[in-house]
């Protein structure tokens, strides 16, 4: 029988397949796993975790940590203080602080009319970016906004509790903001502030073409969620926001990485966590422990964080409730919302990136709007 013929060539092009496959593995891991140098001070992820945890204890000494879960939410408006002079510094925080609330009001307000939902978390996506992209906010950008407009949409609230829940929220802030004064004036006693910077020249492409399809992009995951039936679906348009910020094309993936095996892993922290008989002392200070490990990280490596922002959150938005739902089932729910939220994340960040795309659209989109404008 006569054997094929072979050429040097042929047994060269699987060993330079592989070797190219374990290049690109490399890249990816040199990505996903670097640390970056930060020179936050230590002080800082105490502070965020008095902020978010302050109003946990409180409604723990009250006996009512679902109280102290709302004001918590509002305290990661803490998250939003710049390292500028003490007067410009409370007013921003202020100002951030007023734009939660109002973000949380119409989330709560929206579950009253459930088909309000999807198109107001997309008007209020874009209208938050649109924000945030003008006035040139840093991280964690509009994130905290629209993440306290979706869980606040999905909170079983019944209509004479809506004032009070709202206010709760409102406190919540109140306490970030005091907890911000008295950081700043320890902080600036060993620092000196940075100058304000100036606001950046308002670029269509940026403000508007970004933030309407990043608004686009989080309504979108918020439809597939509740197409799909999810028990939790506020949670996929949080992770897509999360994702599609990303700076680059490359940002955006890597984050998107970062989310879902982050959050995987995170899962596993999570169900132990939440086999512990923790109590409302023990939710309260764990949000505290998982705040300072968070903010420590962070700003570092987001996957890493991302281990422990899993449990976090899970606690700031479920604890209330955990008692009614089997953690299996809402761990399981959080890792397939997270998946789903980080691919039309990834989506998404292919129409702000791709520069055929944004050629394409941008002028139709500016074409529209000066058109609807007349």
Known sequence: MKLPHRTPGDDARPAAVARGILAIARTEFAHLSAFHPTDRHWSMPIAAASASGLPLLAGAWFGHIGFGLISSLGGMVFLYLLETPLQHRMLWLMACASAM????????ASQFVAPLRFPLLTVLAVLTMLTVRLYAVGPPGGLFFVMSAAIGSYTPVQAEQFPYVIGLFALGTMVACA???LYSVYTL??????????????????????????????????????????PRPYWVPVSCLAV???ASLRAVWTKQ??????TATGVGLA????????????????????TIIVETI????????????TPLTILLAD???????????????????????????????????HEALRRRLSPSLRRLLVGAGR
């Open 101 to 108: 609330l109002a973000c949380y009001t119409l989330g709560v």
């Open 298 to 309: 962070v700003v570092r490596n987001y996957g890493f964080a991302a281990i422990f922002i």
């Open 319 to 353: 604890a209330a409730n955990m008692a009614a739902v089997p953690a299996g089932a809402l761990l399981q729910a959080r890792l397939v919302d997270t998946v789903l939220g980080a691919f039309v994340g990834l989506i998404g960040g292919l129409f702000l990136h």
């Open 244 to 246: 599609i910020q990303g």
């Open 179 to 181: 907890v911000a004064f």
């Open 271 to 290: 169900w132990a966590l939440l086999g512990l008989p923790l109590g409302p002392w023990g939710i309260a200070s764990a949000v505290i422990v998982l």
């Open 189 to 230: 006693r060993r620092r000196p502030a940075k100058p304000a910077s100036p606001l950046p020249r308002p670029d269509f492409d940026f403000v508007v073409y970004d933030s309407v399809v990043i608004g686009l992009g989080v309504g979108l995951s918020l439809a597939l969620a509740q197409l799909l039936q999810m």
């Open 257 to 262: 990485l970062h989310r879902i095996f982050g």
